[in-house]
């Protein structure tokens, strides 16, 4: 089992519709949970971070965390033609070691 | 606020020659990270340093791959010899301080390495 699993993708969405991206770890006791944008060719950049159980919203973008479940996900309302890129999950480990998934394409057409 | 920065952006290099990779954080910053990303798959940690010790690297082809941060400051990440599967973008990345919760992390523009 991968320590970060996300879906590769691609996810194709239609804009002004919600794209929802997930990510599921292994560690229990990881503590800390990131969402990156990466467009092509370019690097990382962060979107949102979560540290606590529930929803954590900031403008369009709604991250949420379900540590029971090991479950993180990504909600993108309104999504616009920009917001094509690959998203990335990162969480930081018990051991302080920060994982990347493989990240999700996401297409938003217009 | 300046950025993380690299150098060079791109190398081309043939299989079993050296390179080196130079990264200054943004200042102040105590964490550095020396990510290795492939094509199609997310940047995995080769090293992390806090100030210039080495916090993991566990994930660091020790037998190829060398990297260290002086003072605490800018840090080099080398390989010798390359192979041909070492082509990839290497990021640096910092942060202020992981501390326990973890703390945003800053990336650089990566150096874009093609091993032939």
């Known amino acids: 089992q991968k320590e970060v699993e996300q879906n590769s993708g691609p996810l194709s969405v239609p804009e002004g519709a919600i794209a929802s991206l997930n990510c599921t770890y292994s560690d229990r006791v990881s503590q800390s949970f990131f969402w990156y944008r990466q467009y092509s060719g370019k690097s990382p950049e962060l979107i949102m971070s979560?540290?606590?159980?529930g929803d954590k919203e900031d403008g369009r973008f709604t991250a949420q965390l379900n540590k029971a479940s090991q479950y993180v996900s990504l909600l993108i309302r309104d999504s616009q033609p920009s917001d094509s890129a690959t998203y990335l999950c990162a969480v930081i480990t018990g051991g302080f070691k920060t994982i990347f998934g493989a990240g999700t394409r996401l297409f938003v057409k217009a | 606020e300046a950025g993380v920065a690299q150098s060079p952006r791109y190398k081309i290099i043939e299989k079993r020659q050296s390179v080196a990779f130079w990264c200054n954080p943004i200042s102040g910053h105590a964490t550095l990270y020396w990510y290795q990303q492939i094509l199609g798959q997310g940047p995995k940690l080769l090293i992390q340093f806090q100030n210039n010790g080495v916090v993991d690297d566990s994930q660091l082809p020790k037998d190829r791959f060398s990297a260290e941060r002086l003072k605490g400051v800018d840090s080099t990440l080398k390989i010798q010899p390359a192979k041909l599967e070492d082509s990839a973008v290497y990021l640096c990345?910092?942060?202020?301080?992981?501390?326990?919760?973890?703390?945003?992390?800053?990336f650089g523009p990566g150096t874009r390495l093609l091993v032939l």
């Open positions: 979560i540290y606590s159980n």
């Open positions: 990345a910092s942060s202020l301080d992981p501390g326990t919760t973890g703390e945003t992390q800053y």
